[in-house]
Nanobody
Framework: QVQLVESGGGLVQAGGSLRLSCGASGRTFSACAMGWFRQAPGKEREIVAV????????NYADSVKGRFTISRDNAKNTVYLEMNSLKPEDTAVYYC?????????????????????WGQGTQVTVSS
């Protein structure tokens, strides 16, 4: 079993920055991709960013392009989400997710159903 634990959420003013971390632990962890999703009150969970674990290639939702950066540290089994120029509409619970196993270096899953493991979520609140 794999456990994902997020940290780094909090309250920040518009225009500010936060860095989220998600560490994976449990039995020997291998992922072909990891993603960050978010869910605002009354809305469906949506993809924010995804990274291919072996190649490092990334993809972002249009709403966060140029402001957010996803990265990973393979040695630490950790994925990060650097969030800059935050807006009130970025307020949500942020979840990391892992797609275990192996896959092509270009593989960037974006659907919730593609992921097998989820963290508990961390709240990000951006005040105006």
């Amino acid at each position: 079993q794999v456990q994902l634990v997020e940290s780094g959420g909090g309250l920040v003013q518009a225009g500010g920055s936060l860095r989220l971390s998600c560490g994976a632990s449990g039995r020997t962890f291998s992922a072909c991709a990891m993603g960050w999703f978010r869910q605002a009150p009354g809305k469906e969970r949506e993809i924010v960013a995804v990274i291919n674990w072996s190649s490092g290639i990334t993809n972002y939702a249009d709403s966060v392009k140029g402001r957010f950066t996803i990265s990973r540290d393979n040695a630490k089994n950790t994925v990060y989400l650097e969030m800059n120029s935050l807006k009130p509409e970025d307020t949500a619970v942020y979840y990391c997710a892992a797609k275990p196993g192996y896959g092509p270096v270009w593989y960037l899953p974006k659907a919730l159903r593609d992921y097998d493991y989820w963290g508990q979520g961390t709240q990000v609140t951006v005040s105006s």
